[in-house]
């Protein structure tokens, strides 16, 4: 890491212990988004419910949108805001990979109770072994029938669960009991070999009668967190489990975070600090600056919550419409909105490990700590091109904030991000770039205490400069 004073020390350490609380509550996207809107509300921001169409968006207001409860959208419009200035956007997502329950998830095999569970995403699955797991989620409740009465209340009841304490583990076969083709290459059957134990069971056989197929222990733990235990039963639910240790700041210079999520939660808190940190000087300026925070990135994104859905969309109508009087005025300045804006895809990338070096192209080897990465693929993968890498670069140049460069080898195959999906469906300029992670998709990831308070201080800078910036711009398109 380089030489930075002490303030700046006592800077990035108070900012990496912030994103530690806000990664121990965030466990699922419901939880991540339920933490943000509480930041964002106390920072005074008008949730606006999505089947509200009265509320009319104004200059210099500060506002939130969520879907399904697992994506978000917030945005300020600044005062002297016009149609043709556009919008500073950044985007990122707020899911992981994770096993998910399934539906009818309680079974007892030989004497235990288990659990069986979905794999959500493309975790690396082999560290979720031996690990002391938690489970959180969703569940929907309603009123016991009481009395024989067959006529149930007709009131369904959603609440956020956290059952934070250690509940479950998949152990690992020990080595006495493996082939030796098994001790030496490890085969994960995702459907038999990752079902999390959580007790030795006491009833015999394998039929559980609870309505949602819970193990009667969940269910009851469930229930008395909320206060329902007498009168109510889960009917539905979505559950997952998590690294039940919690995020810590380590190394012999307390250079790392480690944590569950950091893809890419990291991003999600960058993304909201920045706004925050901005938001007075942004309430005066002549664009709309807007976080979206997506659900179900690592499956694909299309979903009424994910980048193929219609929230970032949707919120670009409202605001394009305050002023407008016909269809016709609505589309055209709703296009010109459209070419003045610009997105960050923010999302992690890959750093260079010193033990797999040679998994890197040698020349763009992100390093931890080495600053924030530009992610660029000849195929798009990445939404990025020589404009919009050139502007981020000038942008991190005034934040004081360093720039590495990512491509991946022709060799290996490459991942993708909702930036090539957000430009494609908006025609907005976007790029995609992130801070550098290690062992992504991994049930504990490791990330740098440097990059993450350069990442606050880029998005800030970006949402403060970029309009200034771009108007610079000489060339591109006409």
């Not at 583990?169 to 080595?175: D, E, G, R, V």
């Not at 539905?236 to 690294?243: A, G, M, P, S």
């Not at 992100?366 to 990465?373: A, D, E, F, Q, T």
């Not at 993450?452 to 910036?469: G, I, M, P, T, Y």
Request: hydrophobic share 40%; charged share 25%.
């Amino acid at each position: 890491m380089q030489s930075v004073s002490q303030a700046t020390k006592e800077k990035m350490l108070d900012t990496s212990i912030d994103m530690c609380d806000f990664l121990r509550q965030a466990v699922t996207p419901f939880h991540a988004v339920q933490v943000i809107k509480s930041r964002l509300r106390q920072a005074g921001f008008l949730p606006i419910p999505k089947q509200s169409d009265d509320v009319t968006l104004q200059r210099g207001g500060k506002y939130l949108f969520t879907r399904n409860g697992s994506s978000l959208a917030a945005l300020v419009i600044g005062k002297k805001y016009a149609p043709s200035n556009g919008a500073n956007i950044i985007a990122a997502h707020t899911d992981s990979p994770t096993l998910m329950l399934k539906p009818q998830s309680g079974f007892v095999e030989r004497g235990m109770e288990v659990c069986g569970v979905q794999c959500y995403g493309g975790g690396l699955w082999h560290t979720w072994f031996d690990r002391d797991l938690s489970l959180a989620g969703r569940v929907v409740l309603q009123r016991k029938a009481t009395g024989g009465d067959a006529v149930r209340d007709l009131g369904l009841h959603v609440h956020l669960v956290n059952i934070d304490k250690p509940i479950a583990c998949i152990p690992n076969l020990a080595i006495h009991l493996q082939t030796a083709d098994e001790r030496e290459k490890l085969t994960i059957n995702k459907e038999t070999h990752l079902a999390p134990i959580t007790s030795v069971s006491r009833r015999e056989g394998k039929a559980l009668p609870s309505a949602a197929q819970l193990h009667d222990d969940i269910s009851m733990e469930i229930l008395s967190q909320l206060g329902k235990s007498d009168d109510f039963e889960i009917v539905d639910h979505e559950l997952c489990f998590y690294d039940a240790n919690g995020p810590i700041i380590g190394g012999m210079r307390k250079e790392f975070i480690r944590s569950a999520r950091l893809d890419n939660l990291a991003s999600c808190y960058a993304a909201v600090e920045g706004l925050l940190e901005t938001v007075s000087i942004l309430e005066e300026s002549e664009r709309v600056h807007i976080v979206a925070l997506y659900d179900h990135e690592e499956i694909g994104s299309r979903s009424l919550c994910g980048a193929e859905g219609n929230l970032l969309g949707d919120i670009i109508d409202r605001v394009v419409r305050q002023d407008c009087s016909t269809p016709a005025e609505i589309s055209s300045r709703r296009e010109a909105f459209l070419a003045n804006s610009f997105c960050v895809s923010a999302d992690c990338a890959h750093a260079v490990h010193p033990n797999y070096a040679d998994k890197h192209e040698s020349r763009h080897a992100p390093s931890i700590n080495g600053g924030l990465v530009l992610k660029r693929n000849a195929s798009m993968k990445y939404a990025t091109q020589a404009i919009s890498s050139a502007l981020m670069r000038k942008i991190a140049q005034i934040a004081g904030v360093r720039i590495q460069d990512f491509v991946g080898r022709n060799d290996k195959p490459c991942g993708s991000t909702i930036g090539p999906i957000i430009s494609c469906q908006t025609g907005i300029e976007t790029v995609d770039m992130g801070i550098p992670l290690l062992a992504m998709h991994s049930i504990r990831e490791t990330c740098g205490v440097a990059d993450v308070n350069d990442s606050v201080k880029f998005f800030a800078e970006f949402l403060r400069s970029f309009h200034a910036l771009k108007n610079a711009l000489v060339g591109g398109d006409e």
